[in-house]
């Protein structure tokens, strides 16, 4: 298994531009988020999914979109890119509590996305 | 009210001795589970341990274990026998109910030769 996977590592962008960071997991896991860490804030949700289909908001979702088209995928689109989503973009993965029994719902990140908008 | 504190600044630990580091977390949902997380130098995130809130005894994996108080509401993680190796940024989480996972801000660890 390859585990959680992020595309790209690295990227810097211009005030104003799109992107699409993307995410993918083969572990079957229902359960994925996207968080942003900044210093000293640790890790922040920005959106998560239940299951394909299915997308709610976490703590700090303005400034993106995402999308569930199948389990495997989760991509984080930025509409318009501003200096202050220059931050380190994390997106996890863990089975939902309907999928196994409870208490072995870790998440497992993937290597993380540095993205800085000038 | 921040569900997860981690106040300790910095931490330095002299290499093979033992190192507890704090988390206190509020919540009102009587199941819940306590996580924590190492992030090194080179920016992964690396589980290391859980607890959940009915588990009777505390949780240990290798050389981590987690001193769980349940009336005190912490979730200290103790590093036996540090190692260079364990110097790293250190986070705890919580998760309540179902719920999304919430990150307390984290806590640098070095471990000295």
């Known amino acids: 298994n390859a585990g959680v996977t992020q595309t790209p590592k690295f990227q810097v962008l211009k005030t104003g531009q799109s992107m699409t960071l993307q995410c993918a997991q083969d572990?079957?896991?229902?359960?994925m988020s996207w968080y942003r860490q900044d210093p000293g804030m640790g890790l922040r949700l920005i959106h998560y999914?239940?299951?394909?289909?299915?997308?709610d908001q976490g703590e700090v979702p303005n400034g993106y979109n995402v999308s569930r088209s199948t389990t495997e995928d989760f991509p984080l689109r930025l509409l318009s890119a501003a200096p202050s989503q220059t931050s380190v973009y994390f997106c996890a993965s863990s089975y939902s509590p309907g999928q196994i029994t409870w208490g072995t719902d870790t998440q497992y990140f993937g290597p993380g996305t540095r993205l800085t908008v000038l | 009210a921040q569900k997860i504190t981690q106040t300790q600044p910095g931490m330095f630990v002299q290499e093979k001795e033992a190192v507890t580091l704090d988390c206190t977390y509020d919540?009102?949902?009587?199941?819940?589970?306590l996580f924590w997380y190492k992030q090194p130098s080179s920016g992964e995130m690396i589980f290391l341990i859980y607890?959940?809130?009915?588990?009777?005894q505390n949780a240990t994996e290798g050389r981590y274990s987690l001193n769980f108080q349940k009336a005190r509401k912490s979730a200290n993680l103790v590093i036996s026998a540090s190692q260079l190796g364990d110097s790293a940024m250190y986070f705890c989480a919580m998760r309540e109910g179902h719920s999304k996972l919430t990150f307390g801000k984290g806590i640098t660890l070095s471990v000295r030769p």
């Open positions: 607890q959940g809130s009915y588990d009777q």
């Open positions: 572990m079957n896991h229902e359960y």
């Open positions: 919540t009102s949902d009587p199941s819940y589970g």
């Open positions: 999914s239940v299951g394909a289909g299915i997308t």
